[in-house]
């Protein structure tokens, strides 16, 4: 009877840590740390169609090759997730789609097809909505349903070009776009003033001369019922700020607005370098006043004391190069711009060396190296680097360990934690890399995915911390983050036999310190300054009990 009364006492221990520490489907952190986030990247056509009633819009029925037109995801295909659980599930703190502008409404020969703007970066109208993603009301449900969820939006938005020009699609203005020469890419002026590829109108951002709304856009608004508001709009922005009316502010003025109307928490700005710094410094000005403005008006837990976030698409940018990004002739620091994080380009690569060889060269980036006041982006895979980390899907689980804990902000790409194949039988180019979300496949992989994901989005230790190696062979590490009145350890070790292995653990958790492993779910306790462990799978995250 003795012995029964201790094993029935040991389960219900076991079953109280176990309940105490397994995180809860929303899983809200302690703590949020931009410097921490797990961001979810998509292409909203590609992702979860919540919609069949608005796939075909503008008569875009031309026959193209089948990932080179409209598939039907969009807006409440995102929202439907987010009440699922799914991002919770995943840890995920930000969600990033692509750019919600109305699209153009025609399709241009990219040489390796005829192709439609299902990818949402050649924009007509910025004012508008892309009706085959949804309306106003749906991204604004989109946006409540994530804060409701913890999680935050971040916004695509692109400045630098308009879209193609079609039989549909008129060329803008010549006060307003150039559309030559192409970009050759040998010096800052070959990068930036120029277009970036045929047949995409660059805006002429470095315009002083005023210019008029193009009669299009006037005539589309007059159509559609409201060229007084949008002009009446314009004339009390130019009046508040005292900016010229040229391109940029035009443009900055309309993509601010889904700020003030939505609260979207931050921005994903698209072809950073290859716009001159201060239209950033203006983005960035304008971004944070609407985003105080919307927080006045909003009350919401989420967003209190948490600024506006702007990341950087700085193509081809290196975290380990610091804060310049070399042009050939010219050193341009864009975080000086308004830029809080760029995406790390660099990562895929870097992806390559051993654990500890990465993850120490970034916590001294990012702690006492030169990135020690901002924060990079990670990511193995996107929608536009055809030699993405991995492209074969045979490295999975390696992935998303290295990406999941590697110091620095995180993005995951649609499809990264169920294998989501990067190369299609058919498929030229960057479609490739745009295939539609597979759902239910790979559940293993997805729910070590979710581990790593959910452990890093309670822990700002993880991506916002300072590395220490505690024990080479077995390899073990703790990530500390004491920041604005806030402490955080983990202890975390990777690639360990299937025996019982101890780690010494120093003065990171005193003794008798219950712990738990939230990979395994298994509880330990710190003996004699050690903590002994044992896993199947090779990997052990282990947080304090709750």
Known sequence: MMRFNKLFLSGILFILLFTACKPTEKNEPAYFDWNNATVYFMLTDRFQNGDPSNDVNFDRTAPTKDLRR??????????????????????????????????????????????????GYWIRDWTSIEPNWGTREELKQLVDEAHKHGIRVMMDVVINHTGP???????????????????????????????????????????????????????????????????????????????????????????????????????????????????????????????????????????????????????????????????????????????????????????????EALFSAYSDLLNTGALNDVTFMNYISSHDDSWPFDKERKRTYESATKLLLSPGQTQIYYGDETARPLIIEGALGDVNLRGMMNWGENPELLAHWQKLGQFRHRHPAVGAGVHQMLSESPYFFSRTYNKNNFTDKVLIGLDLPKTTVSVAVGDLFAEGTKLFDAYGQKPYTVKKGSVEVTTEKGIVLLEKAH
């Open 165 to 355: 020009v079609t039989e549909l699609d008129p060329v803008w203005p010549s006060d307003w776009v150039r559309t030559e020469p192409q970009c050759t890419y040998q010096d800052y002026e070959t990068t930036i003033f120029c277009t970036l590829v045929k047949n995409l109108p660059d805006v002429i951002t470095e315009q002083t001369a005023e210019v008029d709304v193009p009669q299009a856009l006037k005539d589309k608004w007059e159509k559609e019922g409201r060229l007084e508001k949008e002009m009446a709009e314009l004339d009390a922005f130019f009046s508040r700020t005292g900016y010229p009316r040229t391109p940029r502010y035009y443009i900055i003025k309309w993509i601010t607005d889904y700020i003030r109307q939505f609260g979207i928490d931050g921005f994903r700005v698209d072809t950073v370098k290859h716009t001159e710094g201060d239209v950033w410094s203006d983005l960035s000005d304008e971004a944070r006043i609407a985003f105080e403005d919307w927080k006045k008006a909003n009350q919401e837990a989420l967003q209190k004391d948490q600024p506006f976030f702007m990341l950087a698409e700085t193509y081809n940018y290196n975290a380990m190069n610091g804060k310049d990004f070399d042009f050939g002739d010219t050193l341009v620091n864009y975080f000086n711009h308004g830029f809080d994080s760029q995406i790390n380009f660099g990562f895929k690569g870097d992806a390559n060396k051993s654990y």
């Open 70 to 119: 409209f598939k039907g995801g969009d807006l409440k295909g995102i929202t439907q997730k987010i009440q699922e659980g799914y991002f919770d599930r995943l840890g995920i703190d930000v969600l990033w789609f692509s750019p919600v502008n109305e699209q153009i409404h025609g399709f241009v020969d990219e040489g390796q097809g005829d192709t439609y703007a299902y990818h």
